[in-house]
Every structure is written in C-alpha cells, then in structure tokens.
C-alpha cells in the first residue's frame, strides 16, 4: 500500500512538473509573439516626432492612399473569383467541373512576385507580346496604347491570381454544407437561381467568404516582392526603404507601427463578424442541394469562367518560367545554386520544426488547462499571422540590436572583449521572426486535429498513471500525426517564399531561393529569376497537392 501511494504521490509531482513545463513554454512563446509588436510601438514613440512629421507631409499619404486601393481592388477581385468559381462547381454540373474544383485551388502555390516576374517577362514594353504588335502592325513605341503591367493595378491583378483560393476553399466549404431547403424555398416563392442565390445561399455564405477576402487582404498588406518589383509605394516597401536606402530605424518603425494597426484593425474585424455573423440549419434533416446540369453556352460559360483564373493563375505562368528558365544561364545544379537550396531548406525546416512544437505545446496548454491564461497565449499565438513579415523584422532588431549593442559595450569596459552581435543577424533570431509569422497556421492546423481526440482518451491515460506529457507523447502525438505533418509542410512552404523578413534579417552571405529570385529580378534578369522561382514554385505545390486531395475527397 505504501509502495503504490509512493508511485502515486511520483506521478502527481512529475505531472505537475510537466504542467508547470507547458506553462512556462507557453508563456516564453506569447511573449515571443507580443515581443515584435510592442519594440515596434516603443521604437515608433521613442524616434522623436520630427520624423513622422516629415512622414506625413511626404510619403505617408501616398503610401496609405495606395495601400487602401491595393485593398480595395484585391478584396473586390478574390471575392467575385472565388465566390462566383465556388458557387458554379458546388451547384452546378457541366463538362470539367471535377478537373476544375482540384485545379481552382493551384494558383495556391504561387508567391504573387514570382507571378509578377513572369508577366513582365511577355506583357513589358520589350516583351513578347508588345514586341509582336508592333511587328505586325508597324506601329511605334508611342502609337498605341497598352496597359502598364508595373502599375497598382497590376499588383492588385497578381495579388487576385495567387489569393483567390483562399476564398474559392471556405466559400466552397459553406455552400457544400448548406441544406437546400431554404434554397428551394426561395425557389418556390418565384425567385429565379440567381435571385435564390443573391437572397439566400450567399447571405448564409457571409461568415466563410469574408474570412477568406480578409485573409487574402491581410495577406496583400504583407506583400513585398511584388509591389516592390512593380514599384507600387505602400507601407511595405516604405519600411523597407527607411530601414535600409535612408537608414532611418525611426521612420522603419513609425512606418510599421502604422501598418501594424492596419493589419489589427484588419484581424479584430475578422474576428467580430466571424462571431457575430452566425446561421444555422432549422430543419431536422439535411438536404443535399441539388446540382443543375448545364448544357449549351451555359456549360460553356461556366467552363470559361472557371478555367480563366486557372489559366492564368497557373498553367500560363508555369509555361513562361520554364521558358525563361531554358533561356536563362542559371545552372541549378552548380555549387552556388546548391548552396541557395541549402539554406532554404535549412531555415525551412528548422522553422517548421520550431512552429509546430511551439503550436503543440500552446494547443496541449489550452486543453489541459482551459482558461484566462492559456487563452491569452493562444490569442497572442495567432496574432502573428496578421502581422506582416516587416514589421516582425523590425519588432525584433531593433530590441536584439539593442541588447547586443549593450553587452559589447560592457565586455569592452569591463574585459577589454568585444562580444559582437551575438543574437542581431543569427539563423536564430530569424527563425524566431518566422515562428512569429506563421504559429498561427501550425495552431490551426494542430487544435483541428486535436478536437478528434475525445477526453475519454485523456481520462483513461491519467487514470494508467500516465503524466501530461506522458500523455501527449504517447496518446495525442501517434494520433495527430496527419495533422502535425501538414502543419510542418504548411510552415516549411510558407517559409520558403517568405521575402521581407528575410531579407532584412538574413545573416550575411546567407541568401536563400526568394531572395536570389528577388535580387535577379531587380537587376532586369527576369531569365535568372526564373530558376529558383521555379523550385519555389515546386516545393509550394506539395501542401497544395495536399489540400486538391482533400477537396477530392470530400
């Protein structure tokens, strides 16, 4: 008896050792997330007011009248795409519609700035398709008039290309589970299909679909590459800008302050209308809304509809690198290009190992113990991803920098040794940054796969004497194993074509595929960018392959 109350008091201690454990990396990678945003306050308010005061009597207007249209005309694009491509292969039948649901989510897989190098390659004054116009007509540079590709409008246009998806996959999801009852209602009241739909489908499709416009928004506050190559002034390439063309660390955090609160402002109303906008099925059964087959110009019609953004979004640009790629004189395969891949996977897997552990033991918090804490932690956790990458450069140099700066002055004064920057320009701290951006994606992806796990499972592990850990480790971890390897690749993909964080906190001589890709690019050698745009592009395929399975499926 003695024996078993001893096991029994060492198992309560050791779990309550590893709750503590959980606890406290739990609160390290809430802070971790918190760090960023509050140094890019602390930083913007200590930098005096003569700089953004000559902010805004200069750029800052031009940056935030550009950046809402960038907005404005993305939110717009991804909401008629994805919405429209959603309702026509959920609610209709017609000739390709099974190849077109899988194929719609492929332009996933692009980075908006590898689509905009492609276009420049044929759609720029001395591209293939100017170039043959004037060839055939006889016409000059200036007796014709051709829409400029390096423009806000053809941002917002590769911006709509790559993001879309992320509205086709949720507003596909909701009107999968709608029950055609109130549909055919509406029907029955002599509403025609597109009044039926307008009045009904939609309005119950309301929550998903703005949840993925504002992820495709959020996203486009983020982008770098391609408003950067197409030079558009927004609040990302100002911050750019200041921090290394006018060394201005003041402006580069005033700057990111603002689009820090543009992108809050951006999640707290994802987050209201997620939760208030709520619509449920009255009805005791379930009806299967029933698919209208199509024939004649309307099959064709929603054929071409559909394969549009396919066309464009994917097929068109994947010709058009592999033909760049030939013509260029990068060799993937020589001793430099190798050591680019190198450090991308590198950084990639190191980053995805870190994100989903950090994920694992936030979400593993949370469910043993629910409440004010863990819910905090988790809330801070997945403020990174509205974060843009930037501003998490910014948010964390500038306290690292300052650390660094510190210590080596006291190792001088003190023992005449200079320390250096041992944190400030490390693989670490960038790894740290990216674990910031992207620990919401891994939280998602992990609590989806942890609400399969009943608490039964839990009890009957504890009640075997097992500890928390014992229990993560042996039950939670075999069965969200799915799960934890989707997180990982989402992570490892997202990392890979990662370009504003990494180019401002990339050790030196540490360059990696993006940032090659964007360096070719803004010397004019399209051809060369091509090359490790193209590996990008291909390792940015598998979680796309992953999720084209899925749809399949359901």
């Known amino acids: 008896?003695?024996?078993?109350?001893?096991?029994?008091?060492?198992?309560?201690?050791?779990?309550?050792?590893?709750?503590?454990?959980?606890?406290?990396?739990?609160?390290?990678?809430?802070?971790?997330?918190?760090?960023?945003?509050?140094?890019?306050?602390?930083?913007?308010?200590?930098?005096?007011?003569?700089?953004?005061?000559?902010?805004?009597?200069?750029?800052?207007?031009?940056?935030?009248?550009?950046?809402?249209?960038?907005?404005?005309?993305?939110?717009?694009g991804t909401f008629c795409i994805g919405t429209g491509a959603a309702w026509l292969v959920t609610m209709t039948r017609f000739p390709g519609v099974r190849f077109l649901e899988i194929a719609l989510v492929l332009p996933l897989a692009f980075p908006a700035y590898v689509l905009a190098y492609a276009y420049t390659f044929i759609l720029d004054h001395p591209g293939i398709v100017q170039t043959t116009l004037r060839d055939v007509t006889g016409w000059g540079p200036r007796d014709y008039w051709f829409p400029e590709i390096r423009s806000t409008e053809g941002a917002a246009v590769m911006l709509i290309l790559v993001l879309y998806p992320y509205v086709y996959l949720l507003a596909r999801a909701a009107f999968a589970q709608q029950s055609a009852?109130?549909?055919?209602?509406?029907?029955?009241?002599?509403?025609?299909?597109?009044?039926?739909?307008?009045?009904?489908?939609?309005?119950?499709?309301?929550?998903?679909?703005?949840?993925?416009?504002?992820?495709?928004?959020?996203?486009?506050?983020?982008?770098?590459?391609?408003?950067?190559?197409?030079?558009?002034?927004?609040?990302?390439?100002?911050?750019?800008?200041?921090?290394?063309?006018m060394a201005d660390r003041a402006a580069a955090a005033q700057l990111a302050l603002c689009l820090l609160m543009f992108a809050l402002l951006m999640a707290v109303a994802e987050r209201t209308q997620r939760g208030r906008a709520k619509y449920y099925q009255t009805g005791k059964q379930h009806m299967a809304q029933p698919a209208a087959h199509l024939t004649g110009w309307r099959a064709t019609g929603a054929f071409v509809l559909c394969v549009v953004p396919v066309l464009f979004g994917f097929l068109l640009p994947v010709v058009i690198l592999v033909i760049m790629g030939l013509e260029s004189e990068q060799n993937l395969l020589s001793q430099r290009y190798l050591g680019f891949i190198q450090n991308s996977l590198i950084l990639a897997g190191t980053a995805a190992v870190v994100t989903v552990s950090a994920a694992i033991s936030i979400g593993f918090f949370q469910?043993?113990?629910?409440?004010?804490?863990?819910?905090?932690?988790?809330y801070l956790a997945r403020l990174g991803y509205a974060v843009p990458g930037g501003v998490i450069a910014v948010g964390l140099i500038v306290p690292f920098a300052g650390f660094d700066n510190a210590l080596d002055a006291w190792m001088r004064e003190t023992f005449d040794i200079s320390t250096g920057l041992l944190v400030t320009g490390s693989i670490w701290l960038l790894v740290a940054a990216y674990m910031v951006r992207f620990l919401a994606a891994a939280l998602s992806a992990y609590?989806?796969?942890?609400?399969?796990?009943?608490?039964?499972?839990?009890?009957?592990?504890?009640?075997?004497?097992?500890?928390?850990?014992?229990?993560?480790?042996?039950?939670?971890?075999?069965?969200?194993?799915?799960?934890?390897?989707t997180a990982l690749l989402i992570v490892f993909v997202d990392v890979m074509k990662e370009l504003p964080a990494t180019l401002i906190m990339r050790p030196f001589n540490f360059d990696t595929l993006a940032v090659q890709a964007y360096r070719l690019a803004s010397d004019e050698r399209l051809e060369g960018a091509a090359v490790p745009s193209l590996v990008i592009l291909a390792v940015g395929l598998l979680p796309v392959i992953l999720i084209c399975r899925q749809v399949g499926r359901r």
């Not at 509403?191 to 679909?209: D, H, T």
């Not at 949840?211 to 750019?240: H, K, P, R």
């Not at 609400?451 to 500890?467: F, K, P």
């Not at 850990?469 to 042996?474: I, N, V, Y």
Request: hydrophobic share 50%; aromatic share 6%.
């Open 1 to 76: 008896m003695a024996q078993i109350e001893y096991s029994q008091n060492g198992s309560r201690n050791r779990g309550v050792r590893g709750t503590r454990l959980l606890a406290g990396v739990a609160s390290v990678v809430a802070a971790a997330c918190l760090l960023p945003m509050l140094a890019v306050v602390l930083a913007a308010f200590t930098g005096g007011t003569e700089t953004i005061s000559h902010l805004m009597e200069t750029v800052l207007p031009r940056y935030t009248v550009t950046t809402l249209i960038l907005v404005t005309l993305v939110a717009a």
């Open 181 to 245: 009852t109130a549909f055919l209602a509406a029907r029955a009241l002599g509403n025609n299909p597109w009044l039926a739909f307008k009045r009904v489908s939609l309005p119950m499709a309301r929550p998903a679909i703005a949840g993925g416009v504002l992820l495709a928004v959020m996203e486009t506050i983020a982008d770098f590459g391609t408003v950067s190559y197409f030079g558009v002034q927004t609040f990302a390439t100002g911050i750019y800008t200041s921090w290394f063309s």
């Open 367 to 378: 469910r043993l113990r629910p409440g004010r804490v863990s819910s905090i932690a988790a």
């Open 447 to 485: 609590e989806g796969g942890q609400s399969t796990v009943h608490a039964n499972m839990d009890a009957a592990a504890r009640s075997l004497g097992q500890t928390p850990l014992g229990t993560l480790r042996r039950v939670h971890l075999p069965i969200l194993t799915p799960s934890l390897l």
